[in-house]
T-cell receptor, first 111, second 114 residues
């Protein structure tokens, strides 16, 4: 079973920041938080991952709380092309990267 | 560009007729995965190869088999497709980098069973 809880859906205005929350209260010390997204009819796409520290790349920022029980993915300036299902996944390196997908959050970016 | 390629993109097969889906990669990754994604559901891992070592998920039906003849290619064989096997099948690859795995997905093959 997935170890994360995410809202089913969210809306965001184009050009505004999209903040997608994820709860992972049972995360263990060696587990990473990964974010993937899946645009309609395409394969999932890696966005970002982190262990303890906040992370940023060209796509997004990942904010992980100090107790690591929750995190937030931030898309700083959402565009219509960011409309997708966003999956927050917790996994450790020992499982050879196996991803157990939860239901994800359907983000709709509106003009 | 380095990528994960799945052929065909759309496959129609008859109930009970064996079918093979193909995946190839130019990333030279040592891990390859197969996922099944049914309509309006999240992807579900079927199995993966770590190099030549095959790892089956506990709840993957015996009807699903896989072959990896070399690093670049991986096949998904469905021996006797049922109507419930209609789904998108996703191939992904990864390698260990910095203590973690980042997966690269192909576009998927949509399987229809008639």
């Amino acid at each position: 079973d997935a170890k994360t809880t995410q809202p089913t859906s969210m809306d965001c205005a184009e050009g505004r920041a999209a903040n997608l929350p994820c709860n992972h209260s049972t995360i263990s010390g060696n587990e990473y938080v990964y974010w993937y997204r899946q645009i309609h009819s395409q394969g999932p796409q890696y966005i970002i991952h982190g262990l303890k520290n906040n992370e940023t790349n060209e796509m997004a920022s990942l904010i992980i709380t100090e107790d690591r029980k929750s995190s937030t993915l931030i898309l700083p300036h959402a565009t219509l092309r960011d409309t997708a299902v966003y999956y927050c996944i917790v996994t450790d390196g020992g499982s050879q990267g196996n991803l157990i997908f939860g239901k994800g959050t359907k983000l709709s970016v509106k003009p | 560009d380095a990528m994960v390629i799945q052929n065909p993109r759309y496959q129609v097969t008859q109930f009970g007729k064996p079918v093979t889906l193909s995946c190839s990669q130019t990333l030279n990754h040592n891990v390859m995965y197969w996922y099944q994604q049914k309509s309006s559901q999240a992807p579900k891992l079927l199995f993966h190869y770590y190099d030549k070592d095959f790892n089956n998920e506990a709840d993957t039906p015996d009807n699903f088999q896989s072959r990896r003849p070399n690093t670049s290619f991986c096949f998904l064989d469905i021996r006797s497709p049922g109507l419930g096997d209609a789904a998108m099948y996703l191939c992904a690859t990864s390698r260990l980098a910095g203590g973690t795995y980042e997966q690269y997905f192909g576009p998927g093959t949509r399987l229809t069973v008639t």
